[in-house]
C-alpha cells in the first residue's frame, strides 16, 4: 500500500492521475517515449525484442493501456485483444482511437479485477510503463487472477517498481508531503516517477510463486536516475513449457540504450 493508504485510496490515486482529460494526454500519451524517439522506436527497439518469443498470440490481455501507446502494435500480433483499464476515459480514448479495429475487447475494471476475463483464455498478458504505479497488493490480487485467466502455456510480461530495493535510502520520499517540502526547498533526488515502494523484483516473484505462477526471467532497469527502480518479469503457469530457472539481470544501461534506439532506428 502507498504509505498510510488503503488499498482503495491507492486505486482511487491512480484513477485520479490517470482519469482525466490533462495535458499529460494531448499526444495520446506518446510524449512518454520521447527519449526513444517516439512509441514506434520504442516498441521495435526495446520492448518486441524482449517479448518476441511469446508472439504472435491468439489472445492477449493489456492491462492499463493508457490511450493506446501500446495497443497500437499489440493489435496487430494476435487475433484477439482484451484491454482492461481503470480509467474510463482512458478505455474511451482507445475506443475512438481503434474504432476501425474488430479483434479489440474494451473494459473498465475497479483497478484490480479480471472478472470479465474468461478462464484458460488469455496467451499473453502485457503492461508496460503503467503497473510501475500500483502497490503491491494490487499486483498480487492481479497475479492471483492471472494464474486462472491465462491458458497453461500463457506468458506475461510486467513492468513494475523495484523501488522498494531503496526504500532505506530514500526514506525522506516515502510520502506524498516529505517530497513536497523537499520540492519547495528544491532538494535534489524528489523524483521517484510515481514508483511505488512496496514493490521489489523479489516480492514481485514471490507473489508469482504463491499464485502458483512462475517468473522465468526479471531485467531490473534503472529509469529516472542510475538505480535500478524498475523490473520487467515474464512469468508462466507451474508446468509451463516455459518454465525455467528465474534468469535475474542488472541493466544499469537502459537509459542508454534508448538514446542509442533513438539515435539508429529509422
Not at 20 to 27: G, I, K, L, Q, S
Amino acid at each position: 500500500m502507498r504509505w498510510g493508504w488503503s488499498r482503495e485510496q491507492s486505486a482511487e490515486w491512480n484513477r485520479l492521475i490517470w482519469d482525466v482529460e490533462t495535458p499529460r494526454w494531448a499526444d495520446g500519451g506518446d510524449g512518454w517515449s520521447e527519449q526513444w524517439g517516439g512509441p514506434a522506436k520504442q516498441w521495435h527497439g526495446a520492448i518486441l525484442p524482449r517479448i518476441s518469443a511469446f508472439l504472435p498470440a491468439r489472445t492477449c490481455l493489456e492491462i492499463a493501456p493508457g490511450h493506446g501507446r501500446w495497443t497500437q502494435f499489440l493489435k496487430d500480433a494476435c487475433e484477439r485483444l482484451i484491454i482492461v483499464d481503470l480509467s474510463s476515459s482512458c478505455i474511451a480514448a482507445c475506443q475512438r482511437r481503434f474504432a476501425d479495429c474488430s479483434n479489440i475487447s474494451y473494459y473498465v475494471n475497479d483497478g484490480r479485477s479480471l472478472e470479465m476475463i474468461s478462464e484458460g483464455s488469455v496467451d499473453f498478458v502485457f503492461s508496460f510503463d503503467s503497473l510501475v504505479h500500483v502497490e503491491a497488493d494490487i499486483l498480487e490480487a492481479y497475479l492471483q487472477q492471472l494464474a486462472v485467466k491465462m491458458t497453461k502455456g500463457g506468458v506475461g510480461f510486467i513492468h513494475h517498481s523495484n523501488l522498494g530495493q531503496y526504500k532505506s535510502e530514500l526514506w525522506h520520499l516515502r510520502t506524498p508531503v516529505l517530497r513536497s517540502i523537499l520540492k519547495r526547498i528544491r532538494s535534489g533526488g524528489t523524483s521517484t516517477g510515481y514508483r511505488t515502494f512496496s514493490v521489489t523484483a523479489d516480492k514481485f516473484e514471490e507473489m508469482a510463486r504463491r499464485a502458483g505462477l512462475q517468473c522465468i526471467s526479471q531485467e531490473l532497469i534503472n529509469w529516472y536516475s542510475p538505480r535500478l527502480s524498475d523490473c520487467l518479469s515474464a512469468f508462466t503457469p507451474n508446468g509451463s513449457r516455459w518454465c525455467r530457472p528465474n534468469e535475474i539481470k542488472q541493466n544499469p544501461y537502459f537509459r542508454d540504450e534508448a538514446q542509442r534506439i533513438k539515435e539508429t532506428l529509422p
